[in-house]
T-cell receptor, first 111, second 112 residues
Framework: KNQVEQSPQSLIILEGKNCTLQCNYTVSPFSNLRWYKQDTGRGPVSLTIMTFSENTKSNRRYTATLDADTKQSSLHITASQLSDSASYICVVSAGYQKVTFGTGTKLQVIP | DTAVSQTPKYLVTQMGNDKSIKCEQNLGHDTMYWYKQDSKKFLKIMFSYNNKELIINETVPNRFSPKSPDKAHLNLHINSLELGDSAVYFC???????????FGQGTRLTVV
């Protein structure tokens, strides 16, 4: 069964600190992995897309890593800001039709 | 300048009614999607539509029917609404099936 598990479920960090969110998946065959940021009451916004051959991708203060062998991905946020408070969702695609969403990590950045 | 817009933003309706949610994208994308996000914030893809090819998620009841009059629009029609249909529905679009998806703001559907 295709599954995407994210950890931690929730996280509180001080503004300016770094943090890392984890995503483990059992989706097969692997097509791509995406990280989304979803602010409360808004639609998800894409942060990164990674395919099998990519193991690091950055988008401003967000850096995603992918280890296709261990089926793990991480999202590292550098120098967090209050506006980073949101849910971060890992999504793994197996081909076109099978898209599996993780349950997300709720991040709260406090001053 | 909204890239993906959905209407209405909120929809409250009684069980058994039929309702539609509209979605339009002005990004020139060729692929559009409908997602459902339940109370636990878990997102599930419902449909994707690429150049007149409709991909149906088998877990979606046939009371849900997408309609795409053209590449820029993908509307969602729901018949005989049930309490369990209450959720936030997101429309999204992308260029190609593997492109980065852009989401709308969501439609919060409440069935009473």
């Amino acid at each position: 069964k295709n599954q995407v598990e994210q950890s931690p479920q929730s996280l509180i960090i001080l503004e300016g600190k770094n943090c890392t969110l984890q995503c483990n998946y059992t989706v097969s065959p692997f097509s791509n992995l995406r990280w989304y940021k979803q602010d409360t009451g808004r639609g998800p916004v894409s942060l990164t897309i990674m395919t099998f051959s990519e193991n690091t991708k950055s988008n401003r203060r967000y850096t995603a890593t992918l280890d296709a062998d261990t089926k793990q991905s991480s999202l590292h946020i550098t120098a967090s800001q209050l506006s980073d408070s949101a849910s971060y969702i890992c999504v793994v695609s197996a081909g076109y039709q099978k898209v599996t969403f993780g349950t997300g990590t709720k991040l709260q950045v406090i001053p | 300048d909204t890239a993906v817009s959905q209407t209405p933003k909120y929809l409250v309706t009684q069980m058994g009614n039929d309702k539609s949610i509209k979605c339009e994208q002005n990004l020139g994308h060729d692929t559009m999607y409908w997602y459902k996000q339940d109370s636990k914030k878990f997102l599930k893809i419902m449909f994707s539509y690429n150049n007149k090819e409709l991909i149906i998620n088998e877990t979606v009841p046939n009371r849900f029917s997408p309609k795409s009059p053209d590449k820029a629009h993908l509307n969602l029609h729901i018949n005989s609404l049930e309490l369990g249909d209450s959720a936030v529905y997101f429309c999204a679009s992308s260029q190609g099936r593997s492109g980065m998806a852009f989401f709308g703001q969501g439609t919060r559907l409440t069935v009473v």
